[in-house]
């Protein structure tokens, strides 16, 4: 059970730097409007559903 939990933790991990670097890479692109809040809640949707 324990392999599952730390299987989970990787992706989740994982999912959560890819998703905080396509961020700053986008965020220094795109001016702090709805473009940046759109992309925000794409990434924010992606790692949920990763998990």
Same mark, same amino acid.
Request: hydrophobic share 35%; no cysteine.
């Given at each position: 059970?324990? &392999? ?11 999912? &959560?730097?890819? &998703?905080?670097?396509? &961020? ?28």
């Amino acid at each position: 059970m324990s &392999g599952n939990n730390n299987d989970r933790l990787s992706r989740i991990m994982s999912a &959560g730097v890819a &998703g905080a670097a396509l &961020g700053v890479a986008e965020a220094g692109r795109l001016s702090p409007s709805k473009e940046y809040y759109e992309l925000k809640t794409r990434i924010h949707d992606r790692l949920l559903d990763t998990v």
